[in-house]
């Protein structure tokens, strides 16, 4: 059984930076593909920032030149460094990882629960 569990979220003032980290537990061959997906109230959720296992790294416009997205393959972790936090980054903040299994290539689609990020003077 795969988990992701994030940590890191809570209440910042605008301007402030927070980091979210997201660590991948169980059974699994390797990780893929590791992202960071928000949530803000009443809208859909959309990709924020993804890194490939390679390293390369893409991100959402609104979070350009702010976030960071980063990977510790030897601790199966996602971190996600935010800078310049707005108001408009509130939002639940979730984990994705593209895990493969025994004999797999690619894998599957894994989740968090989420964690809560609120930027707010």
């Known amino acids: 059984q795969v988990q992701l569990v994030e940590s890191g979220g809570g209440l910042v003032q605008p301007g402030g930076s927070l980091r979210l980290s997201c660590v991948v537990s169980g059974r699994f061959s390797h990780i893929n593909v590791m992202a960071w997906y928000r949530q803000a109230p009443g809208k859909q959720r959309e990709l924020v920032a993804k890194?490939?296992?390679?390293?390369?790294?893409d991100y959402v416009d609104s979070v350009k030149g702010r976030f960071t997205i980063s990977r510790e393959s030897a601790k199966n972790t996602v971190y996600l460094q935010m800078n310049s936090l707005k108001p408009q980054d509130t939002a639940v903040y979730y984990c994705n990882a593209v895990v493969a299994g025994a004999g797999e290539w690619y894998g599957r689609d894994y989740w968090g629960k989420g964690t809560l990020v609120t930027v707010s003077s």
């Open positions: 890194i490939s296992a390679g390293g390369s790294t």
